[in-house]
């Protein structure tokens, strides 16, 4: 068997089970068995696979036709300019959480000395990329479940910003320390109807703990809010993400715990999700 038919075997299988990125799925899986880049196999079809290493692809080829994300499978995935290890203790980092990463640097520049609190780290990717960005600052990471800690702590090692990072495991209703010039979330914000309506391969692998907020979506985001007003300093800044319909509630609640709102940022496809916020005093 060469590289071609490898593929086509790919393609058909999760093309027959509604995988709609099916082709370059089974590239992206055919590369990380032959650990080359999807180009080089691309290039070299005709080269033969030795049944070891084909035996090794069907197996993830089945993984994804199950639904599971290819995030996972990889173990890894590209966040702003950078590459983070993912696994199931993790939420997937997603392209619209990296306009917090944008709105962070928009308020910095290369010399800026911020201390930067990020609540619900999980693979550590929006902390992680602003301090590649921004070297002189330094970051507190907080997450509840240790063993997405342990994933965010093996990707500031990876990037080498293990001594620019304070690791805790707690929740943000326990958290008291220190006095932040930005706190940065993506916190759980799907609501209990909306749960139900994921999509299977985010129902079924991601981390509900992730992505639950209680029946109207909002119980961290509160928790965040309430919290961020006591450790932000005046004029530090609160940025965090949002699910789209949650604009109006969130804005009313921010300015109900003394917070000014200076703009709700858009996604690629133009529902609001960003929230760029200062405490008042």
Known sequence: MNY???????????????????????????SAVLKNTREMVLINLQKKLDNKKFKYYKKLVLRRKNKEP???????????????????????????TEIIVH???????????????????????ILQSI??????CTGTA?????KALNIALSNAKMHH?????????????????NKYDFIISNPPYINKVNLKRLDDNVKLFEPIIA???GIDGLSETKKLIIKSNKLLKINGKLIFEIESTQKK??????????FYVHRVCKDIQLYPRVVVSSKLM
């Open 142 to 146: 907080i997450d509840i479940s240790k």
């Open 103 to 125: 709105e962070v640097l928009k308020l910095t520049n290369l010399n800026s000395c911020k201390h930067i609190l990020d609540v619900g780290t999980g693979s550590g990717c």
């Open 161 to 177: 910003l293990e001594n620019k990072i304070k690791f805790v495991n707690i929740d943000i209703d326990k958290f008291n320390h």
């Open 70 to 96: 290819i995030a996972y499978i990889l173990n890894k995935k590209e966040f702003w300019r950078y590459t983070f290890k993912v696994n199931k203790e993790v939420l997937i980092p997603r392209p619209e």
């Open 249 to 258: 509630n969130v804005v009313q609640l921010l300015r109900k715990n003394n």
């Open 131 to 136: 301090l590649k960005e921004r070297p002189k």
């Open 211 to 213: 992505l639950s907020a």
């Open 4 to 30: 071609l038919e490898a593929l086509n075997y790919g393609n058909s299988l999760l093309k027959s089970n509604n995988i709609d990125s099916y082709s370059l799925d089974a590239e992206l899986l055919l």
